[in-house]
C-alpha cells in the first residue's frame, strides 16, 4: 500500500525570501536601470508622436489633392460649356447668313443659290440636333480651346455671309432708287417742257383770238380785263426770272425787296416777291396814260382818228413775237419803248451781277436787241404792255390808270388783295392798311377794275400776326 504524501508546511520566513527572489530575477530579465529606463521611454514616446504626425500630414496632403483634382474638373467642365456655347452660337451665325441668302436668292429668282442656301440651312439645322444631344448625354469636346477658336470662326464666317447679302440687298435697292430718280427726272423734264409749252401758249398772241374780227365799236371792259391779264401773267413770268438769277447770283434778296418797299413784315417768305413786282409794274406802267409812254416824239393822228389808228396798232402787233417784231421795225415806238423801259428797269449793277458784263446793256443803247432768253422774256412782257396801252387808247371812254398810296385803308371797291390772309387773325383789331400797290387799277368809264395791294398792319401789329402764324 503506497503512503500519501503530506504537504510541508512554509513558514514566513519562507515566504518572504521567495518573493525577493521573484523581484530580482524579473529585474535581470528587462534590464531596467534607472537612467537607461527613462531614455528608452523618451525615445519611444518620440517615435508614438512622429508616426501620428506622419499620418496627419499624410492625411492633410490626401485632402488638398481632392480640391485640386475638383478645381480641374470644375475648369474642365466650363470650358467645355463654353465650346458648346459657342459651337450653338457659331451655328446660329450660319442659319442666319444662309436665310438671308435664301430670301436674297427669292428675288431676282436664283435657283441655284436658292439650292445652296437650302442645302447649308439642312445642314446646319442637324449640327444644331447633334449638339443638343452633346448637350443632354454630356459628351463634350475633348479639346475645348480648339473647338472656342473653330467657333469663333465659324461665327465670323456668318456674320460676313449675312454682311454681304445685306450688301448685295442695299446695292440692288440702290440701283432701284437710282432707275426711279431717272425715271423721276424724266418725268420732271416732261413737264417742265409742258409747262414751258404752255406758258408759250399762254403767252403768245392766240390767246387774244377773243379780239380776232372785232369791230372798234364792239369793244368793251371784258376786252380790256382779258388783255390786262395777259400783262400781269407775263409780268410775273419775267419777277421769277428775275428772283431765280438773285438767286444765282447770291444776292440778299432780302436787301433787295426793303430798298424796294421800306418798313413792311410780310405774312410769308415768298410775299416778298410782290415788292418785286411792284417794283417792275411801277417802271413799266409809268407814263401810261400818255400817248406813246411819251417815249416817242412820233406825232398823232386827230382826235376823231386817234382811237382807230391805236386799235391799228394793236392788231398789227398782238399776231407777233416780240423778237420778231423788234427785228422787223426796230426803229418803231414799241422799239423805244422797249430801250427806254429796259435801261430803266435793269440797272448796270444789276446786269452785271447777273451775267457778269453789260453787253446787253451796251447792245441796247447802241439801237440793237440782244438775242438772250432774259431779253427775250423782257420783251414779251414789254409787248403785253404796249398791246394794253393800245387798247386803252382805243377805248370809248378812255382808261384811265389809279394807284392806291400806302397807308390807305382797304376797300373792296377799288382794290384787290394778294394776301387774303391777313383777315384769318383774329388778332387783327381794324382794318389793314394798304402797303404798297402791287399790279394798278383802271377805270373805263363807270367800270372799276380794282388795283392789286398788299396789306399789312401797323408794325407792333405787324409783328403779333407774324409771331402767331410762327405758333
Given at each position: 500500500?503506497m503512503?500519501s504524501v503530506?504537504?510541508?508546511a512554509v513558514?514566513?520566513?519562507?515566504?518572504?525570501?521567495?518573493s525577493f527572489?521573484?523581484?530580482?530575477h524579473?529585474k535581470?530579465?528587462?534590464g531596467?536601470a534607472?537612467?537607461?529606463?527613462?531614455k528608452n521611454?523618451?525615445?519611444?514616446?518620440?517615435?508614438k508622436?512622429?508616426?501620428?504626425m506622419?499620418?496627419s500630414?499624410k492625411?492633410?496632403?490626401n485632402?488638398?489633392?481632392?480640391?485640386?483634382?475638383?478645381?480641374?474638373?470644375e475648369?474642365q467642365e466650363?470650358?467645355?460649356n463654353?465650346?458648346l456655347?459657342?459651337?450653338?452660337f457659331a451655328?446660329?451665325?450660319?442659319?442666319?447668313?444662309a436665310?438671308?441668302?435664301?430670301?436674297?436668292s427669292?428675288?431676282p429668282?436664283?435657283?441655284?443659290g436658292?439650292?445652296?442656301a437650302?442645302?447649308?440651312?439642312?445642314?446646319?439645322?442637324?449640327?444644331?440636333s447633334e449638339?443638343?444631344?452633346?448637350?443632354?448625354k454630356k459628351?463634350?469636346d475633348p479639346s475645348?480651346?480648339t473647338a472656342i477658336l473653330?467657333?469663333?470662326?465659324?461665327?465670323?464666317?456668318g456674320?460676313?455671309?449675312?454682311y454681304?447679302?445685306m450688301?448685295?440687298k442695299?446695292e440692288?435697292?440702290?440701283?432701284?432708287k437710282?432707275?426711279e430718280v431717272?425715271?423721276?427726272?424724266?418725268?420732271?423734264?416732261?413737264a417742265?417742257k409742258?409747262n414751258k409749252?404752255?406758258?408759250?401758249?399762254?403767252?403768245?398772241s392766240g390767246?387774244?383770238a377773243?379780239?380776232?374780227?372785232v369791230?372798234i365799236?364792239?369793244l368793251?371792259?371784258?376786252?380790256?380785263?382779258?388783255?390786262l391779264r395777259h400783262?400781269?401773267r407775263?409780268?410775273?413770268?419775267?419777277?421769277?426770272?428775275?428772283v431765280?438769277?438773285?438767286?444765282?447770283?447770291?444776292?440778299?434778296?432780302?436787301a433787295a425787296v426793303?430798298?424796294i418797299e421800306?418798313?413792311?413784315?410780310y405774312?410769308?417768305e415768298?410775299h416778298?416777291?410782290?415788292?418785286?413786282?411792284?417794283?417792275?409794274?411801277?417802271?413799266m406802267f409809268?407814263?401810261f396814260?400818255?400817248?406813246?409812254?411819251?417815249v416817242?416824239?412820233e406825232?398823232?393822228p386827230?382826235?376823231?382818228?386817234r382811237q382807230?389808228?391805236?386799235?391799228g396798232?394793236?392788231?398789227?402787233m398782238k399776231s407777233m413775237?416780240a423778237?420778231?417784231?423788234l427785228a422787223e421795225?426796230?426803229r418803231s415806238?414799241?422799239?423805244?419803248f422797249c430801250?427806254?423801259?429796259y435801261?430803266?428797269l435793269v440797272?448796270?449793277?444789276?446786269?452785271?451781277?447777273?451775267?457778269g458784263n453789260?453787253s446787253q446793256?451796251?447792245?441796247?443803247?447802241?439801237g440793237e436787241f440782244?438775242?438772250?432768253a432774259?431779253?427775250?422774256?423782257?420783251?414779251?412782257m414789254?409787248?403785253?404792255?404796249?398791246?394794253?396801252?393800245?387798247l386803252a387808247f382805243s377805248l370809248e371812254p378812255?382808261?384811265s390808270?389809279f394807284?392806291?398810296g400806302?397807308?390807305?385803308?382797304f376797300s373792296d371797291?377799288y382794290?384787290?388783295s394778294?394776301?387774303?390772309?391777313?383777315?384769318l387773325y383774329s388778332?387783327?383789331?381794324?382794318?389793314?392798311?394798304?402797303?404798297?400797290?402791287v399790279?394798278?387799277g383802271?377805270?373805263?368809264?363807270?367800270t372799276?377794275?380794282q388795283c392789286?395791294v398788299y396789306l399789312?398792319?401797323?408794325?407792333?401789329k405787324a409783328?403779333?400776326?407774324?409771331?402767331t402764324?410762327?405758333?
Open positions: 500500500m503512503e503530506k504537504p510541508v513558514t514566513p520566513r519562507k515566504k518572504l525570501a521567495r527572489a521573484k523581484v530580482l524579473v535581470a530579465l528587462i531596467i534607472s537612467v537607461d529606463g527613462l521611454v523618451i525615445s519611444d514616446a518620440n517615435l508622436d512622429e508616426g501620428n506622419g499620418k500630414n492625411s492633410s496632403l485632402w488638398s489633392e481632392s480640391f485640386v483634382e475638383d478645381d480641374d474638373e475648369l466650363r470650358k467645355a463654353e465650346a456655347l459657342a459651337k450653338l451655328s446660329i451665325s450660319i442659319v442666319k447668313g436665310y438671308a441668302e435664301l430670301q436674297y427669292q428675288s429668282f436664283d435657283p441655284d436658292i439650292e445652296a437650302d442645302q447649308l440651312l439642312v445642314s446646319e439645322l442637324k449640327n444644331l449638339l443638343k444631344q452633346c448637350f443632354l459628351q463634350f475645348p480651346e473653330e467657333a469663333e470662326s465659324k461665327e465670323l464666317q456674320v460676313i455671309k449675312t454681304e447679302i450688301g448685295k442695299l440692288s435697292q440702290v440701283r432701284l437710282d432707275s431717272i425715271f423721276l427726272r424724266e418725268k420732271l423734264e416732261e417742265n409742258r409749252a404752255i406758258e408759250r401758249r399762254l403767252n403768245q390767246q387774244l377773243v379780239l380776232d374780227n369791230h365799236s364792239g368793251s371792259p371784258s376786252h380790256f380785263i382779258s388783255v400783262a400781269v407775263s409780268i410775273r413770268n419775267f419777277v421769277r426770272v428775275i431765280d438769277e438773285m438767286r444765282s447770283a447770291d444776292w440778299d434778296v432780302d426793303n430798298a421800306q418798313n413792311v413784315v405774312l410769308a415768298d416778298k416777291c410782290f415788292a418785286i413786282e411792284a417794283f417792275v409794274c411801277r417802271e409809268d407814263a396814260h400818255f400817248p406813246n409812254f411819251s416817242s416824239k406825232s398823232l386827230d382826235r376823231s382818228k382807230q389808228w391805236f386799235y396798232r394793236f392788231n398789227e413775237k423778237k420778231d417784231f421795225k426796230p415806238s414799241f422799239a423805244k430801250r427806254v423801259k435801261l430803266k440797272h448796270p449793277k444789276m446786269e452785271s451781277s447777273f451775267f453789260m446793256r451796251n447792245l441796247v443803247n447802241a440782244p438775242d438772250t432774259f431779253f427775250t422774256s423782257f420783251a414779251e414789254a409787248k403785253r404792255v404796249w398791246l394794253l396801252h393800245c378812255q382808261a390808270i394807284q392806291v400806302k397807308g390807305c385803308r371797291v382794290m384787290e394778294v394776301n387774303d390772309e391777313i383777315f388778332e387783327v383789331e381794324s382794318d389793314p392798311q394798304v402797303a404798297f400797290t399790279v394798278p383802271f377805270r373805263i368809264g363807270k372799276v377794275i392789286q399789312s398792319q401797323h408794325q407792333s409783328k403779333k400776326i407774324t409771331s402764324k410762327q405758333r
